[in-house]
């Protein structure tokens, strides 16, 4: 059974930082992405970064610089480091891991196969 456990969430005020974790177990495959995705209500979840079982990052534009993805693969451990931190980043933050992917590109939404329960972020102003 795979399992992804979020933690880390939590409350700030604009320009602190928060450090994300996710730990997971039960993957069988070895190359993968994982990503780390938010929704925010009213809003569609949205992709905020993604590591692949290279360590190749990409994040979403309102995140560059500010956030960085990375991972303990010896640990089964993803995180994502997020500085500077403003009210719009206020959200249900989920990592997720893929089905088997190498190659080119990364995995597209329906590519997602297993998702954590989600960590709370809220950033006051």
């Known amino acids: 059974q795979v399992t992804l456990v979020e933690s880390g969430g939590g409350s700030v005020q604009a320009g602190g930082s928060l450090r994300l974790t996710c730990a997971v177990s039960g993957i069988t495959y070895v190359d993968y992405c994982m990503a780390w995705f938010r929704q925010a209500p009213g809003h569609e979840r949205e992709r905020v970064a993604v590591?692949?079982?290279?360590?190749?990052?990409a994040y979403e534009d309102s995140v560059q610089g500010r956030f960085t993805i990375s991972k303990n693969s010896a640990q089964n451990t993803l995180y994502l480091q997020m500085n500077s931190l403003t009210p719009e980043d206020t959200a249900l933050y989920y990592c997720?891991?893929?089905?088997?992917?190498w190659g080119v590109g990364y995995p597209g939404l329906d590519d997602w196969k297993h998702w954590g329960q989600g960590t709370q972020v809220i950033v006051s102003s």
């Open positions: 997720a891991a893929s089905i088997p992917w």
């Open positions: 590591i692949d079982s290279d360590g190749t990052t």
